[in-house]
Nanobody, 115 residues
Framework: QVQLVESGGGLVQAGGSLRLSCAASGSIFSINLMGWYRQAPGKQRELVADITKDSRTNYADAVKGRFTISRDTAKNTVHLQMNSLKPEDTAVYYC?????????WGQGTQVTVSS
């Protein structure tokens, strides 16, 4: 049974920082892409950032220069360091892992940025 456990969400003031973590457990064959998505109320889920197994990264324009994604391939974990947070970053953040045969989602963690 594959499980993705996210942590690190919470409430922060604008300009503050949070670090999200996601640990994948269970049998996932050949993880390639790991990433973070977010979904704000009334909006579609969108990509925030992702990272390949050889550490190539991709960021949404809205977070470039403020967020940094990293991974520990040996531990099947992915992190998202979020700096200079803005109220518009408020959303539920989801971890996603792409295996060779299937893709997996975490349960989501709430990030709320107050103005």
């Amino acid at each position: 049974q594959v499980q993705l456990v996210e942590s690190g969400g919470g409430l922060v003031q604008a300009g503050g920082s949070l670090r999200l973590s996601c640990a994948a457990s269970g049998s996932i064959f050949s993880i390639n892409l790991m990433g973070w998505y977010r979904q704000a109320p009334g909006k579609q889920r969108e990509l925030v950032a992702d990272i390949t197994k050889d550490s190539r990264t991709n960021y949404a324009d809205a977070v470039k220069g403020r967020f940094t994604i990293s991974r520990d391939t040996a531990k099947n974990t992915v992190h998202l360091q979020m700096n200079s947070l803005k109220p518009e970053d408020t959303a539920v953040y989801y971890c996603k892992v792409n295996g060779y045969y299937n893709n997996y989602w975490g349960q989501g963690t709430q990030v709320t940025v107050s103005s």
